[in-house]
């Protein structure tokens, strides 16, 4: 009996060997890798994008986004190696996101709260006017709504292609805040891998409880920096890392991504 191709070929396909970055560990079918990019050998947070984020956080189906059409112009037509412009479409594109943050409201085991997830591969998290804009409008919702606030950090700090307009995010974002603490509305604020810079020196630690992931990079200028200044390479590192201010009671507490949405509830 004759066969055709289709009766002796069997179609295959391979699965991407993946390899946890820290300990090159196979992480190819780990169940932590592929739901919140945690390796399950060595215990290495990876970026995690912002709607990740989001779906591991809240309660299914209770996400309503808010100024997701508010988007970056070129204010000072920058222009370096790429205009600015190019930069924006092409980390839209990359992303699938408007802008640098993503906000809304949302339950977290029916607990009602307005959320705000930086997301790192935009632009490396940078603040510019429309993320410094979706941030302050994220802290007076949860004023005017009376419920709780959380923001999820991953950032370099601001956005030099706005300049100053960059820059004078962190008072803005700070003064919201601070109406936030007025109000006596509770604000949680997640530092994960790396919370640097701008957002660092503004809204993102002035949260009434401070949570880190473990051993997050944290602080205001970058380790190259400091390294710079002091020769101390090891001191540096170890001097922005999310244990060594915890010991120093900067943060509050230390939760593993896993633990984390219980954590806030």
């Given at each position: 009996?004759?066969?055709?191709p289709t009766?002796?070929?069997t179609?295959?396909?391979?699965?991407?060997?993946?390899?946890?970055?820290?300990?090159?560990?196979?992480v190819?079918?780990?169940?932590?890798?592929q739901?919140?990019?945690?390796?399950?050998?060595?215990?290495?947070h990876?970026?995690?994008g912002?709607?990740?984020r989001?779906?591991?956080?809240?309660?299914?189906g209770?996400?309503?986004?808010?100024?997701?059409?508010l988007?970056?112009?070129?204010?000072?037509?920058?222009?370096?190696?790429?205009p600015?412009?190019?930069?924006?479409?092409?980390?839209?594109?990359?992303?699938?996101l408007?802008?640098?943050?993503?906000?809304?409201?949302?339950?977290?085991?029916?607990?009602?709260v307005?959320?705000a997830?930086?997301?790192?591969?935009?632009?490396?998290g940078?603040?510019?006017?429309?993320?410094?804009?979706?941030?302050?409008?994220?802290?007076?919702?949860?004023?005017e709504?009376?419920?709780?606030?959380?923001t999820?950090?991953?950032?370099?700090?601001?956005?030099?292609?706005e300049?100053?307009l960059?820059?004078?995010?962190?008072?803005?974002?700070t003064?919201a805040?601070?109406?936030?603490?007025?109000?006596?509305?509770?604000?949680?604020?997640?530092?994960?891998?790396?919370?640097?810079?701008?957002?660092y020196a503004?809204?993102a630690?002035?949260?009434?409880?401070?949570?880190a992931?473990?051993?997050?990079?944290?602080?205001?200028?970058?380790?190259?920096?400091?390294?710079?200044?002091?020769?101390?390479?090891?001191?540096?590192l170890r001097?922005?890392?999310?244990?060594?201010?915890?010991?120093r009671?900067?943060?509050?507490?230390?939760v593993?991504?896993?633990?984390?949405?219980?954590?806030?509830?």
């Amino acid at each position: 009996m004759s066969t055709s191709p289709t009766d002796t070929i069997t179609a295959t396909h391979e699965i991407p060997v993946v390899h946890c970055p820290k300990c090159h560990a196979d992480v190819t079918l780990a169940e932590s890798w592929q739901n919140l990019k945690v390796c399950p050998e060595c215990g290495h947070h990876a970026q995690f994008g912002a709607m990740a984020r989001i779906q591991s956080l809240l309660d299914p189906g209770s996400f309503d986004e808010t100024n997701s059409r508010l988007v970056s112009v070129d204010p000072l037509g920058f222009s370096d190696l790429q205009p600015y412009r190019e930069r924006v479409m092409a980390a839209r594109e990359k992303t699938g996101l408007n802008e640098g943050v993503v906000t809304g409201r949302g339950t977290i085991q029916g607990h009602e709260v307005v959320l705000a997830v930086v997301d790192f591969a935009f632009l490396g998290g940078s603040m510019g006017s429309v993320v410094g804009e979706k941030l302050t409008q994220a802290f007076e919702l949860a004023t005017e709504r009376h419920v709780p606030l959380i923001t999820v950090v991953a950032s370099g700090g601001a956005r030099m292609q706005e300049g100053m307009l960059s820059l004078v995010q962190m008072a803005k974002t700070t003064a919201a805040a601070q109406r936030l603490h007025d109000a006596r509305v509770p604000y949680i604020s997640v530092l994960t891998s790396p919370t640097t810079g701008g957002m660092y020196a503004s809204f993102a630690s002035q949260g009434d409880i401070t949570i880190a992931e473990p051993k997050a990079l944290i602080g205001f200028a970058g380790p190259r920096v400091i390294q710079g200044v002091t020769g101390d390479n090891e001191g540096a590192l170890r001097s922005h890392s999310a244990e060594f201010l915890f010991e120093r009671g900067f943060i509050d507490l230390i939760v593993e991504r896993p633990r984390l949405r219980n954590t806030l509830a």
